[in-house]
């Protein structure tokens, strides 16, 4: 059972982190809950049956050499906050609203509780069982990074996800703003928060227009603008779609071989993720900008220079035969 996570409050940074801390550490203690797949490739790295095996005897092999190359890779595995616990921390992390200071502080309270055996550090395994882990100090401060409580999303879009989504997809959805690496400028926010504020929760893919829309503002340039942005990567994306069409046409004529013989160089590119990213960025663009994906086609980028004041500015403003 996942512990209560709803009980950090309001405060300073350090306030804030030791009860973090405090929540950390009792989530340790009880068990962190580990998937099926990251257990199975645990086993199978220390050379267990797939079938069997007893993954706590199996597991406590680690702690006899958790300074090994091989183990200490395994143990950082296990000690990895899977989707369940990233969810559940949500709603605390958001409230604690660290800087990078105070997650480095939270990195180090969780690091002196635990660290060293003072504390014993569990895996919750699927069938309900408790395996003991190595803990050690920097182990701790990574488990830590990886939940990136410095990386809280704009209390703007936070407020549009609660007042909008329910609250399993609102954490869901909070999570992945947490993790996209965006620097936050005003432009991400705008375009998020317009995004946010226009989708259906109910009828649009939220988590996979967010990702996407996490994405496409990670690899815009500085100086973003939407229609502009929206249209370059459409046309980016129309002209991978062609050349996927055209690889589908040329593999019904002929094998893969056959076309690298007759010179043919193309890089390969999945059709179905190209229509499925198009589909995300034609939904984007007339939610934030009420434009269709056709009208998108159309822009065209001008300078016009700089204007001093309104009767400038309307002379460099192109007329009718422009």
């Known amino acids: 059972m996942m512990p209560d996570v709803t009980r950090s409050g309001p405060g300073p940074a350090q306030a804030a982190s ?17 998937d099926q797949a990251s257990l199975d490739l ?35 595995l ?16 958001a409230q604690a609203d660290l800087d990078a200071a105070g997650g480095e502080a939270l990195a180090e309270a969780l690091a002196q509780r635990l660290a060293d055996g003072r504390g014993r550090v569990l895996a ?24 990136r409580p410095a990386a809280t999303a704009p209390a703007e879009l936070r407020a549009i996800l609660n ?33 946010l504020a226009r989708a259906d929760p109910r009828a649009d893919d939220l988590p996979g227009l967010v990702a996407w829309a996490t994405g496409f503002l990670g690899a ?7 229609r502009r942005e929206l249209a370059l990567r459409r046309q980016a994306l ?19 071989e056959t076309l690298i013989s007759q010179g043919l160089r193309l890089a390969h590119v999945h059709g179905p993720d190209i229509r499925a990213e198009l589909g995300h960025l034609e939904r984007a663009g007339m939610l934030v900008l009420g434009l269709s994906g056709a009208a998108l086609d159309g ?24």
């Open 220 to 226: 815009s340039g500085p100086g973003f603008e939407p």
């Open 42 to 76: 645990v086993l199978a790295a220390l050379g267990e049956p797939s079938r069997g095996a007893d993954p706590v005897v199996a597991l406590a092999r680690l702690r006899a050499g958790p300074d090994t190359a091989e183990h200490a890779h395994l143990t950082a």
């Open 124 to 147: 919750l395994l699927p069938d309900g069982s408790k395996a003991e882990l190595p803990a050690s100090a920097e182990g701790l401060r990574v488990f830590v990074r990886r939940l």
């Open 78 to 93: 296990l000690l990895s906050p899977g989707p369940l616990v990233l969810r559940a921390l949500e709603p605390a992390l």
């Open 238 to 256: 129309l002209a991978q779609l062609r050349q996927a069409q055209f690889l589908d046409e040329a593999l019904a004529r002929g094998s893969y």
């Open 299 to 322: 822009f065209m980028v001008r300078d016009l220079g700089q204007a001093g004041d309104a009767s400038a500015l309307l002379r460099l403003l192109p007329g009718p035969e422009d």
């Open 163 to 195: 007042l909008r989504c329910e609250p399993e997809q609102a954490a869901e959805l909070a999570v992945l703003l947490r993790h996209s690496r965006l620097a936050w400028t005003p432009g991400d926010v705008f375009f998020l928060a317009t995004l």
């Open 18 to 34: 030791e009860l973090l801390a405090d929540l950390l550490a009792k989530l340790l203690t009880i068990g962190l809950p580990q």
